[in-house]
């Protein structure tokens, strides 16, 4: 089955202690990102991939990294995680390009909480 | 900047009937946009996608719709049903760089039986 998978699904953690969300997809996807979800904001991109070893920032990338280092692979990485990264989170990836089967996979979400 | 809307923010219709979501987007430069469904506190669940050379998709009760000259689609839900109560989102492609999805803020509806 074609699908995004996400660890952990929930999450709470204390101010400063260094966590890592991994993200996993099995569809030989080129594209992969992070999204954020915040009550009246919406979803916006943390950081993106293109492909193996190409990584850039997405519109919030402040207090995150990643690495590409496998195609079916993207963690998240929050070195110092502070409360304003209380958040759910979500990965996605998607084929580049154009036509039939470029529709972008969801994981299932990860609900950070930092106290 | 591309941004995406979404009217109205809040829907709620008795079931059974047929409705309307609208999406209306400001750069029309884009490869694809899909609609996706969201239950409260869970994941993202596509619904349909329309390629930019498209102009409606269809699965079982639900038709997109895509005219993108005009910046809008729209889902068309048939005959709804209490477990279509969701948010609904729709999100938007770009055909060039960063190729990340903008999504509206969405739509949630409310099917009351």
């Known amino acids: 089955e074609a699908q995004v998978t996400q660890n952990p699904r929930y999450l709470i953690t204390v101010t400063g202690k260094k966590l890592t969300v991994t993200c996993s997809q099995n569809?030989?996807?080129?594209?992969m990102s992070w999204y954020r979800q915040d009550p009246g904001l919406g979803l916006r991109q943390i950081y993106y991939s293109m492909n193996v070893e190409v990584t850039d920032k997405g519109d919030v990338p402040e207090g995150y990294k990643v690495s590409r280092k496998e195609k079916r692979n993207f963690p998240l990485i929050l070195e110092s995680p502070s409360p304003n990264q209380t958040s759910l989170y979500f990965c996605?990836?998607?084929?580049?390009?154009?036509?039939?089967?470029?529709?972008?996979?969801f994981g299932q979400g990860t609900r950070l909480t930092v106290v | 900047k591309q941004e995406v809307t979404q009217i109205p923010a809040a829907l709620s219709v008795p079931e059974g009937e047929n409705l309307v979501l609208n999406c209306s987007f400001t750069d029309s430069a884009i490869y694809n946009l899909q609609w996706f469904r969201q239950d409260p506190g869970k994941g993202l669940t596509s619904l349909l996608l329309?390629?930019?050379?498209?102009r409606e998709q269809t699965s079982g009760r639900l038709n997109a719709s895509l005219d993108k000259s005009s910046g809008r689609s729209t889902l068309y839900i048939a005959a709804s049903q209490p477990g279509d109560s969701a948010t609904y989102l729709c999100?938007?492609?770009?055909?060039?760089?960063?190729?990340?999805?903008?999504f509206g803020t969405g739509t949630r509806l409310t099917i009351i039986p």
């Open positions: 996605a990836s998607n084929l580049l390009g154009q036509g039939a089967g470029t529709e972008a996979f």
């Open positions: 569809m030989n996807h080129e594209y």
């Open positions: 329309i390629q930019s050379s498209q």
């Open positions: 999100a938007v492609r770009p055909n060039f760089g960063n190729e990340k999805l903008t």
